[in-house]
């Protein structure tokens, strides 16, 4: 497979052109947004289906609410806002009036993780996947890119119930050109046999950046995109490992509860495996550029190649 890395595109960017696709197949499909709908994209709906787009203002715990009314209604729902709000502010809302009746509500929120950027600690929410990964019968997914963006609005538009999506705010590399996705499973984008890296959303990009500077050394990862966080087949992480002995799980997010805690669950229950984790450590953020904050954070290739020597050399 090969990848244009230089090439970047917004995911939220294939999110409004998707519901614009989908707005005219699926006359029962909604979508609500608060007061964002510029920067989510979910304004390319509003602007051709204005009767079936709802804007509840800076009210996420509404905007929760009203979707789970429409989702009773037997429509089909796509909730949108900035991360940091739509989880942080309205979880409640998402546990029992969504979650708990297993209701057809899409939950897709941008501006996840740190490179929302100068916005600072207070709109960058590295929390987000553990607490929607912790809510029963809520699907939580990230796409590395546009393409499986787009691929993943369509999937679930069709798969009954909750799930959870998350964008970044920032344009991603492109890793897909044509793309058909078996999202009930890990992709192996590339086979090695020394080092797994899983990861996720803008990280996948790392991670292969990191596959060729780890190939410099001699050593072989694979690069395995980790799209659906819930559900998590186990046999798929564990026939990886097997193959290569050590992990490195490089994300966007908190060490705590995310990609890396999804992973550390099923290999300390099913094959003990030296892990290494990238991600945000027991922190909050701060301002500055995408850039920089993916420097200041540890969260580069480069990071992810130091891990993977470290995890390796475990392994002897």
């Not at 499986?148 to 050109?177: C, F, H, N, Q």
């Not at 659906?228 to 290569?244: A, H, M, Q």
Request: glycine letters at 8%; aromatic letters at 6%.
């Amino acid at each position: 497979m090969d990848f244009n890395l230089d090439e970047k595109k917004h995911t939220r960017a294939a999110y409004g052109e998707t519901l614009l696709r989908l707005g005219e197949v699926k006359p029962n499909m909604v979508v609500l947004d608060a007061d964002l709908s510029s920067s989510t994209k979910t304004s390319m709906f509003a602007d051709k289906y204005s009767n079936r787009f709802f804007n509840v203002g800076c009210a996420e715990q509404n905007l929760m609410g009203m979707a789970a009314g429409f989702a009773l209604e037997g429509r089909t729902v796509f909730a949108s806002c900035f991360a940091m709000f739509g989880v942080g502010r309205a979880w409640e809302q998402i546990r029992n009036s969504i979650a708990y009746d297993a209701l057809n509500v899409k939950i897709v929120l941008s501006h996840a993780g740190l490179t929302v950027g100068q916005d600072g600690s207070s709109h960058q929410i590295i929390e987000d996947l553990s607490l929607m990964r912790v809510i029963p019968n809520m699907r939580v997914m990230v796409p590395a890119d546009y393409v499986e963006t787009e691929k993943m609005i369509e999937y679930v538009a069709d798969v009954p119930g909750p799930a959870y999506i998350r964008l970044s705010r920032e344009k991603t590399p492109s890793i897909y050109s044509d793309y058909d996705p078996d999202f009930a499973k890990p992709q192996t984008l590339i086979d090695g046999s020394d080092v797994t890296l899983f990861s996720c959303g803008l990280m996948v990009a790392e991670a292969l950046k990191a596959h060729e500077k780890l190939s410099q050394q001699e050593i072989s990862a694979e690069v395995v995109n980790v799209h659906t966080l819930k559900p998590l087949p186990g046999d798929d992480i564990v026939d990886s490992v097997k193959k290569t002995g050590a992990a490195v799980t490089c994300e966007e997010h908190s060490i705590h509860g995310g990609l890396g805690g999804a992973i550390s669950e099923i290999l300390c229950e099913n094959y003990p495996t030296p892990l290494k984790k990238i991600g945000v450590g027991d922190v909050f953020g701060r301002s500055g550029s995408a850039q920089d904050l993916m420097a200041a954070y540890n969260l580069t290739s480069d990071d992810i190649v130091e891990a993977a020597k470290k995890a390796v050399n475990q392994k002897h």
